[in-house]
T-cell receptor, first 114, second 111 residues
Framework: DAGITQSPRYKITETGRQVTLMCHQTWSHSYMFWYRQDLGHGLRLIYYSAAADITDKGEVPDGYVVSRSKTENFPLTLESATRSQTSVYFC?????????????FGDGTRLSIL | TQLLEQSPQFLSIQEGENLTVYCNSSSVFSSLQWYRQEPGEGPVLLVTVVTGGEVKKLKRLTFQFGDARKDSSLHITAAQTGDTGLYLCAGARGNFNKFYFGSGTKLNVKP
């Protein structure tokens, strides 16, 4: 009963480096999401995916790239990290796109960019 | 600017007191969810409300969706230390499960 797991839990990197955050879910949920959580802003949607090979932008997509070749995985890549991307990143999944469906969140990745 | 404004941002109360957290917007939402988040963990869903005027109860927690579906409130009766956490509201707009989150209310219940 793993649910949704994110890795790594903590990451420190330098500006300009590429970094990939991993997200894996065991429920075969169709929808997956990436959020960032910053003080005073709550959670903001970066990218989402409705199914394998279908992705779309959220509120704050600039500087991020996603892919979804398999239903269970939804990695998030920062191609050239900047200090403003220091944040806590959460991956979530939901069974469908209906708005009464719960989103199930991972425990987050705390990313620091120096 | 946030689509959903939560108030208060911080709340520190004694065990046994009552409290209300508000989630307001000028936009209409098709549904609204409340989550609770503990330090070092992801948010966990408490409730979803979908109908204007709807009231849902979860033990000592009462959730209300405004008649116009622009606002919501969370009322906790006789708070306990286990209620401590960050409470987030999230409103759905659009054709799929796309939620806009408020900035959260950090609740501390003291023994």
């Amino acid at each position: 009963d793993a649910g949704i797991t994110q890795s790594p839990r903590y990451k420190i990197t330098e500006t300009g480096r590429q970094v990939t955050l991993m997200c894996h879910q065991t429920w075969s949920h169709s929808y997956m999401f990436w959020y960032r959580q910053d003080l005073g802003h709550g959670l903001r949607l970066i990218y989402y995916s409705a199914a394998a090979d279908i992705t779309d932008k959220g509120e704050v997509p600039d500087g991020y790239v996603v892919s979804r070749s398999k239903t269970e995985n939804f990695p998030l890549t920062l191609e050239s990290a900047t200090r403003s991307q220091t944040s806590v990143y959460f991956c979530a999944s939901s069974e469908s796109g209906r708005d009464n469906q719960p989103q199930h969140f991972g425990d987050g990745t705390r990313l620091s960019i120096l | 600017t946030q689509l959903l404004e939560q108030s208060p941002q911080f709340l520190s109360i004694q065990e046994g007191e009552n409290l209300t957290v508000y989630c307001n917007s000028s936009s209409v939402f098709s549904s609204l969810q409340w989550y609770r988040q503990e330090p070092g963990e992801g948010p966990v869903l408490l409730v979803t409300v979908v109908t204007g005027g709807e009231v849902k109860k979860l033990k000592r927690l009462t959730f209300q969706f405004g008649d116009a579906r622009k606002d919501s409130s969370l009322h906790i009766t006789a708070a306990q230390t286990g209620d401590t956490g960050l409470y987030l509201c999230a409103g759905a707009r659009g054709n799929f499960n796309k939620f806009y989150f408020g900035s959260g209310t950090k609740l501390n219940v003291k023994p």
